[in-house]
């Protein structure tokens, strides 16, 4: 039968942006292997931004639910309990799920310098146990992005032929769906529906992987069914697991970085100057902005630049050393606000 279940976390809409990051480590703690681990998840905080709320979830597979252990994040002690928030019956041990706030821990002047969270585990005997799954969810406060976001976590476990509903609330009207699911078998196959329109198939590896699709109409409430479907191919262990379910869309302010000219003059034997005039035709200044000079796939020169402002043109000139010949070069523009990261190419033949 269906063992666990999913909780809601969170179900809101933010003047901000959103960042999930996330591991599937496997690590064994414990018994006869080391009873200490420290795991990193990446995590670059965006520049003009407020760091409003951060979850740290952490997934195991334990022999029983006794466990004695500690757990740190960047070196702060963030329970020396072991209380899952769910359980899922597996074949092989229990699967579970704790979740923890620690936006104290990472608003630190300490933590907002770094570009990585750091969870530390200590086991204090017994069995050993799994270090399954890791994720942390950022929530960031900024005028220039609004997000609207669904967050459940939790330790789901389905058997072939075994299926779990859920009803979901979500505050906009289309999304991103993300899932981290974990697969026993490659022969195994499973899929996710959404309010019986849009099926979303699990299947093609074995292990963990992230199941993302689009979702372009939504509402209110929604329905989401998860299904391990029955096959005639026999695999052990026989559990699909779930470990959560995210649903998000951020719209951020018009940022964009048009190439308006584009030229190179000779300045050695062996160096190329490129002249590159942009224009910033957005409504909102990026965080960074950068020029990157490609030949045959290989950076051959970048030049970081202050961003430019609504409306403001900039010339450029950025050295590269290339082959005597002609060449095919990229110009390769990149921009980024808060988390997301957008580039434009131009290509231009060279002679040297």
């Given at each position: 039968m269906v063992s666990g279940g999913l909780l809601q976390f969170m179900s809101r809409s933010i003047n901000g942006d959103m960042i999930y990051t996330s591991a599937t480590p496997n690590t064994q703690l414990g018994g006869?292997?080391?009873s200490r681990e420290t795991i990193p998840l990446s995590l670059v905080h965006p520049k003009n931004a407020e760091l409003e709320y951060a979850l740290l979830e952490i997934g195991v597979i334990v022999p029983r639910p006794d466990v004695h252990?500690?757990?740190k994040v960047n070196g702060i002690s963030v329970t020396k309990e072991f209380k899952p928030h769910v359980i899922a019956e597996l074949k092989t041990g229990?699967?579970?799920k704790l979740v923890y706030d620690i936006t104290s821990i990472l608003k630190t002047p300490e933590g907002l310098r770094r570009r990585r969270v750091n969870v530390t585990f200590k086991q204090d005997g017994g069995e050993h146990i799994i270090i399954d799954h890791l994720g942390v969810l950022a929530l960031y406060k900024s005028d220039e992005a609004y997000t609207d976001l669904l967050?459940?976590?939790?330790?789901l476990s389905l058997e072939p032929g075994e299926e779990y509903s859920s009803e979901l609330k979500y505050p906009g009207s289309s999304g991103m769906f993300r899932s981290t699911i974990f697969l026993p078998s490659k022969y195994a196959r499973g899929e996710v529906v959404i309010n019986d329109k849009v099926s979303i198939p699990v299947e093609g590896f074995q292990g963990y992987d992230e199941i993302i699709s689009e979702l372009k109409e939504l509402s209110e409430k929604n329905t989401v069914r998860i299904v391990h479907e029955e096959t005639q191919t026999q695999y052990f262990p026989k559990e699909m697991r779930v470990s959560n379910?995210?649903?998000y869309n951020t719209?951020?302010?018009l940022t964009k970085i048009d190439v308006v000219d584009l030229s190179y003059e000779k300045k050695s034997e062996e160096e190329v100057d490129f002249i590159v005039k942009l224009a910033n035709s957005g409504e909102t200044k990026p965080d960074m902005n950068m020029v990157v000079i490609m030949h045959l796939g290989n950076v051959a020169a970048r030049k970081i630049f202050h961003p430019l402002e609504p409306g403001q043109e900039r010339e450029l000139k950025i050295s590269a050393k290339l082959p005597k010949g002609e060449h095919e070069v990229v110009v390769r523009i990149i921009w980024r606000k808060l988390s997301k990261t957008w580039f434009e190419d131009r290509k231009i033949k060279v002679k040297v």
């Open positions: 006869f292997h080391p252990w500690r757990v229990l699967f579970a967050y459940l976590s939790g330790a379910i995210l649903i719209r951020y302010k």
